[in-house]
């Protein structure tokens, strides 16, 4: 059994490539980050069916993540711009550089702040081996966690 965790790919391989946080198979998004005219998100999993927004609005949380991938991204490129050109008089310069920067990554921030969000944020999202690659088809879609968990509850009351 321990050999076969070496056939899953790692996280980080995951929330790269941007594939949903349950199975690590399906597509969490329509197009590739630098598409910028089809990469929005999917509702839920090609593949195993993982509702993406947990509940509504949740994807709000994300922008919180963005700032902080902004942020990060400001700093990175001011320190640069103050290394590279030794400017220390002129603040138009730094504001050229941040709007520039921020419009670039836009998509990147938008894209990897949700990716964030669902992989280290999202605890109930965690990798579940049973939902990876083909595994999916001894699975019975009509028995999500949801209906179990309303089951159980059905059952302690009769
Ligand atoms: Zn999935």
């Known amino acids: ?10 996280k980080w391989k995951s929330a790269k490539q941007g594939k949903c946080p349950r199975c690590r198979t399906g597509d969490m998004f329509n197009g ?20 993406f927004e947990k509940e509504p609005g949740y994807f709000y949380v994300a922008m ?5 991938f902004v942020v990060a991204e400001l700093i ?5 711009t ?19 920067v921020v419009i ?21 999202f965690g990798f ?5 690659g083909e595994n999916i088809k001894q699975l019975d879609f009509s028995l999500s966690t949801d209906t179990e968990s309303k089951d ?3 059952q302690d009351i009769g």
């Open 1 to 10: 059994m321990n050999n076969k965790t070496n056939i899953y790919p790692s």
């Open 32 to 51: 590739s980050v630098l598409n910028i005219f089809n990469n929005g998100m999917k509702k839920e999993c090609p593949h195993c069916g993982l509702r």
């Open 64 to 68: 919180f993540v963005s700032y902080v």
């Open 76 to 80: 990175t490129a001011c320190v640069a």
């Open 82 to 100: 103050y290394i590279l050109t030794g400017n220390d008089s002129s603040p138009w310069l730094y504001v050229v550089i941040c709007f520039v």
């Open 104 to 124: 670039l990554l836009a998509p990147f921030n938008g894209r990897y702040s949700r990716v964030a969000l669902l992989y280290w944020l999202t605890p109930s």
């Open 128 to 132: 579940n081996p049973k939902y990876f």
């Open 152 to 154: 159980i509850e059905m």
